[in-house]
């Protein structure tokens, strides 16, 4: 496509599909947040089970179009090194801000992009036969964990000063094992990667990730959930598998890029996180998401499309 020609298409811009991914993301930490209150209707977070697997479409759509992988990897990465200091931080100097019913924000979705960009990279780098280069990018990232855990043991075997408080402190901030990521993690590598693979052929991409989605969510509860479980666990418990869903705007992608802020994005998802919990987590954190809910509809009705 012409870059200079600007053309009306139909479907869903790059831009379209993360501004209702973000509206998607917000109704489910609503939920997440303030469940406690029992106001707050389960099917927000039913909604927001499309948020991951959209931003995650885009991630891989951005690694695949963007003019300086490196750039756009180290400012995914940054941030959540960010984010990963600011947990680290409450399980460890700042146990004093945890909710009194002990919650409070573990969202690191940034630190699981963060390992797949590395692996996309090397798939990449493989694909243009640099072997070298693209095994590395690979294995590390997906066997990182392993030489890890090997560490946590021997600082347990000889009792190390501060061994694991070290260990833990690399692992949330810029040595990410998707392993140890409650948000995301194994799956958003899996599922990344399956959708790099298959992104020159929309439709068999978006069967190959809905068949991973239902594999994963559901499989493992089919398998271990208690006989005479009731059908409905899988919507007020195991809900997960709605992710699946997020292949239908994923089929309505119109591979081009629209048009809007994209810093927005990468200051909005720590803001949203970590705004709402402080100083008052209840009635002022509601309020706030209220209104990055109203940003994100006036600039998702205010933008026109335009090409890549």
């Given at each position: 496509?012409?870059?200079?020609?600007?053309?009306?298409?139909?479907?869903?811009?790059?831009?379209?599909?993360?501004?209702?991914?973000?509206?998607?993301?917000?109704?489910?930490?609503?939920?997440?947040?303030?469940?406690?209150?029992?106001?707050?209707?389960?099917?927000?977070?039913?909604?927001?089970?499309?948020?991951?697997?959209?931003?995650?479409?885009?991630?891989?759509?951005?690694?695949?179009?963007?003019?300086?992988?490196?750039?756009?990897?180290?400012?995914?990465?940054?941030?959540?090194?960010?984010?990963?200091?600011?947990?680290?931080?409450?399980?460890?100097?700042?146990?004093?801000?945890?909710?009194?019913?002990?919650?409070?924000?573990?969202?690191?979705?940034?630190?699981?992009?963060?390992?797949?960009?590395?692996?996309?990279?090397g798939i990449d780098r493989c694909q243009k036969k640099q072997w070298i280069r693209g095994l590395s990018a690979i294995l590390i990232p997906v066997f990182l964990p392993f030489l890890l855990?090997?560490?946590?043991?021997?600082?347990?075997?000889?009792?190390?000063?501060?061994?694991?408080?070290?260990?833990?402190?690399?692992?949330?901030?810029?040595?990410?094992?998707?392993?140890?990521?409650?948000?995301?993690?194994?799956?958003?590598?899996?599922?990344?990667?399956?959708?790099?693979?298959?992104?020159?052929?929309?439709?068999?991409?978006?069967?190959a990730f809905a068949l991973f989605v239902l594999a994963w969510d559901i499989l493992p509860v089919l398998l271990f959930m208690?006989?005479?479980?009731?059908?409905?666990?899988?919507?007020?418990?195991?809900?997960?598998?709605?992710?699946?869903?997020?292949?239908?705007?994923?089929?309505?992608?119109?591979?081009?890029?629209?048009?809007?802020?994209?810093?927005?994005?990468?200051?909005?998802?720590?803001?949203?996180?970590?705004?709402?919990?402080?100083?008052?987590?209840?009635?002022?954190?509601?309020?706030?998401?209220?209104?990055?809910?109203?940003?994100?509809?006036?600039?998702?009705?205010?933008?026109?499309?335009?090409?890549?």
């Amino acid at each position: 496509m012409n870059q200079t020609t600007i053309t009306k298409q139909r479907g869903l811009s790059d831009f379209a599909l993360k501004y209702f991914a973000m509206v998607c993301m917000i109704l489910d930490h609503i939920h997440y947040f303030f469940s406690f209150t029992g106001k707050i209707p389960l099917f927000f977070s039913w909604i927001g089970r499309l948020a991951a697997p959209l931003f995650l479409f885009c991630i891989v759509e951005g690694f695949l179009h963007t003019h300086d992988r490196k750039k756009y990897f180290l400012r995914i990465y940054a941030i959540a090194i960010f984010m990963g200091l600011v947990q680290f931080s409450f399980y460890n100097i700042a146990s004093g801000l945890v909710r009194p019913d002990g919650f409070f924000p573990q969202n690191q979705m940034l630190a699981s992009f963060s390992v797949l960009l590395v692996v996309l990279w090397g798939i990449d780098r493989c694909q243009k036969k640099q072997w070298i280069r693209g095994l590395s990018a690979i294995l590390i990232p997906v066997f990182l964990p392993f030489l890890l855990y090997g560490l946590f043991a021997v600082s347990e075997a000889f009792s190390i000063p501060y061994g694991n408080f070290l260990l833990n402190l690399l692992v949330y901030s810029v040595l990410p094992c998707h392993t140890a990521i409650i948000d995301g993690g194994t799956a958003t590598l899996l599922g990344g990667v399956i959708l790099y693979l298959t992104h020159r052929h929309r439709r068999l991409q978006a069967g190959a990730f809905a068949l991973f989605v239902l594999a994963w969510d559901i499989l493992p509860v089919l398998l271990f959930m208690p006989a005479g479980t009731s059908a409905s666990f899988f919507f007020t418990d195991a809900y997960e598998w709605l992710e699946v869903f997020a292949v239908i705007p994923m089929l309505c992608y119109n591979g081009t890029r629209g048009h809007g802020s994209k810093k927005l994005f990468y200051w909005f998802y720590p803001t949203h996180i970590y705004v709402p919990f402080v100083p008052d987590p209840l009635w002022n954190g509601f309020l706030i998401e209220m209104r990055f809910l109203w940003l994100t509809f006036s600039q998702l009705t205010m933008i026109p499309a335009s090409s890549r």
